[in-house]
């Protein structure tokens, strides 16, 4: 049986004998980088950051204007690359792609989902963005302008969903931010 | 992929666990750590996924995408 044969948990697992056979990581190395992802990066920490600002206007400019800075100050990692807030007004809505793979701001949305990498989600929300919103249940109105940020390896995006009414905590409002409300594929 | 058509609706639903297997949770693992020990960078990690041929590349699940791109890489600075 040739190498691409091999199902592919065993085409894996001879991949990963043969990188440590190599010196390149060990078993323990792999486990903590799969933990540090798994506990470490979740959309919690992404709502942290947008329940901030929508509470503390200062930190509200610092976050549009340096999120990288922002992030850190909360607590949070974003290494190796340029993060943009984006914030969404009542004329405008942003909704993030990476149309090339999957590139996003792990640390602050979690793992990306599978809809995230899908070929449907990347070939289409960069042509018919408000077809695709209204798939998600999302359905703006016309007078909404939509705007599309394509992200790379080097720009990262988060969304700033619009605040919900009503004068709630900070960590209410933190609860409401979901996942999906930080790429733009829905409202909060 | 950005503007192509024919991909139809966009699975909404697959909103969980971000792994599907073991073993694409270890493909993850493997990325990161070559990529910390020096073996690529993340632009070359997208170049050797680019470089799949099409047919392959359409038929391929996401993080199959990545390990044939990891073995590319490996395989072309003969690393492991």
């Known amino acids: 049986m040739s190498h691409d044969e091999l199902p592919v948990a065993a085409r894996v697992r001879r991949l990963e004998e043969r990188v440590i056979a190599a010196g390149l990581t060990t078993g323990d190395e792999l486990d903590a980088l799969l933990d540090e992802l798994l506990d470490g990066a979740s959309p919690v920490n992404g709502a942290r950051m947008v329940a901030r600002a929508w509470t503390d206007p200062d930190y509200r400019e610092a976050l549009l204007a340096d999120a990288n800075t922002a992030a850190g100050s909360l607590g949070f990692a974003t290494n190796g690359y340029r993060l943009c807030a984006v914030e969404n007004t009542p004329t405008l809505h942003n909704v993030v792609v990476c149309t090339l793979c999957s590139c996003y701001p792990v640390t602050l949305l979690g793992p990306s989902p599978g809809w995230y990498r899908s070929f449907a989600y990347r070939s289409r929300v960069v042509r018919e963005p408000r077809a695709v919103l209204a798939e998600f249940g999302l359905r703006l109105p016309d007078e909404v302008e939509i705007v599309v940020w394509d992200a790379s390896a080097e720009t990262r995006y988060l969304v700033v969903p619009r605040r919900p009414e009503g004068e709630l905590p900070e960590e209410e409002l933190a609860a409401r931010v979901t996942r999906k409300g930080l790429i733009g594929t829905s409202a909060v | ?80």
């Not at chain 2, 990161?32 to 699940?61: M, T």
């Open chain 2, 1 to 80: 992929m950005g503007g192509q058509t024919g991909f139809g609706p966009v699975p909404t639903g697959d909103d969980g666990a971000p792994f599907q297997a073991d073993w694409e949770a270890r493909v993850y693992a493997l990325s990161r750590a070559l990529r910390r020990a020096g073996v690529f960078n993340l632009d070359e990690l997208r170049d050797a996924i680019e470089r799949i041929p099409p047919k392959v590349y359409l038929s391929a699940s996401y993080y199959e995408r990545w390990l044939i791109a990891i073995e590319t890489i490996l395989a072309e600075k003969g690393r492991a």
